[in-house]
């Protein structure tokens, strides 16, 4: 009996064809291999994000109501929709400062560890921690140690005698994304700390020795040699935080809602909100907001990438 | 002289690590306290001893504040996304690393683009899709969102891996009369553990922690994943400090009892994607 090639080789072993490619491989196995993937991946993702573009030009209300509208939906963002604009400013400031932070302080940290502090294997498990936290659990403990009343964060003050400076930070606008901010690093510190502590342990210690024998500060070998040696992990990072922050939701949504007085409200909270909680009853406009954030982001994605590029890599 | 001076000198170092492990390990034990203690004891004095402790608060959230409902909602949605997207991403990841066939390229584009798609991109037209295969409202729709948007990471991460596995071993396998099923099965299989290792444990923390999916997808209480049922109950229970912080910990132990013994296994699969 006959069977066909592909059929063979997929079936079982011994009636392989009689040439050796492992390279190749008839078109039922490569169905067999990717169709799960991307069945699921073409029905709820690509799909989706289709389906989120065509929104973007329609109204949708309740009741299968579809209605096209054209640009009307960009037009009202851009032009008429104060608290879009209120949005794009706090996630904007939000994320110049936490990817900065993120990337500023990770480096500290893991430098920290790197100098051979006392415990570093520990301390790193340590630091490490709140990365695996929930940021449901790491919400309500911040919400917690912001609390006027008994929160850690006043306390702390009183402690220090400097009590004046109790405020109650979240319930107020001008403190209240600040605080968030403090949260959002307390968790990802410990992320770009791992990281830069890998890439520091890569790097070639004849060089950081060579830089000891030249009696080079601590902080002309950091600017001068640890800084631009590490450029690769440094441009990874900044475009990884950047991605995060211009997304961020869910610490914003539980801990303050996007209040008080839209302080907090960034783009993604604000098309949540629009979405599932205005009465407007139209998912057409919050994906307006989405699309135009998502074509911003990959803007500053592809403008971060080639101007931090390295352009000659470094040989060591 | 010597041993005095670097001493000094690595003063402020001591100091600011001393200050910073205080800082993140500080609130984590804080919550530990509070959720043996009960709010009347907590609103006393906030910065208390749990003594006595009170374990049978970890009884009471499990059964009467619905925890165990929302402990076994995550588990099942967790361990069935994790264990679908581990295989489909596995066999996607080692068809892409192994064979030449025409449109390669373009399915890893395709899958990989999913690196950079905001959830708020998808979110409400998975609403409306949920919506119209009645899947709106069920683990089940769910766990297919989760696989979804998880396989992009994990074929980036075991592709790479996988992409550097010798060929030869594939050519002796060949030669052997190895299925290309059985070649997967018995060499990249075996070979990849460390990676499937990596990836595992990166959606296994992700999804039990996941929030904004779960939030837009699920409305009933007796569905609701681990981070949704404790925004539920603090948001009805806001001033039972006590009971919120032992929901907190139920979801915090499962991670620490697990991080206490893989703590090296979590942090390289937490930054698999980010160290290249």
Known sequence: MSVPGWLSRFAGRGQARPEIDARSAGIAVLVVFLAPALLVYAGFTIYPVLRTFYNAFHAIKPQGVVEFVGLSNFATLLLADPIFWKAVANTSVFTIVATIVDVVGGLLLALCLFARAPLAPLLRVVWFTPVLMSYVVVGILWVWIFDYD?????????????????????????????????????????????????ALHALPSEVLGAAELDNCGWFAKLVYIIAPMLRGTIVNLLVLSFIGKMMVFDLIWIMTGGGPLWSTETVSTYVYKRAFEWNTFDLGYPSAIAVLWFVIILVFIAIMTRLLRQRERLEF | MQWGLQQVRRAPLVLFVVLYTVVTGGPLLWVATMSLRTTAEIFKDPYGLPMPAHWEKFAEAWTKSNYGTYFWNSAIVVVIAVALVTVFGALAAHCLARYNFRGNRVVRFLILSGLVLPPQLVMLALFQILLDINLYNTLTGLILVYVATHIAMTVYILEGFFAQIPQDLFDAARMDGYSDFEIFWRVTMPIGKPAIFTTVTLNFIILWNEFLFAVVLLTDDD??????????FTGSHQLDVGMVATGLMIAILPIIAIYAFFSETMIKGMTAGAVR
């Open chain 1, 150 to 198: 008994w929160g850690l964060a006043n306390a702390a003050l009183r402690w220090l005698g400097l009590g004046a400076f109790e405020q109650s930070w979240l319930g107020h606008p001008s403190t209240a994304l600040w605080s968030v901010l403090v949260a959002h690093e307390w968790k990802w510190l410990g992320f770009n700390m791992i990281v830069f502590l890998a």
């Open chain 2, 223 to 232: 569905k609701r994943t681990l981070p949704l049922g404790i925004m539920h």
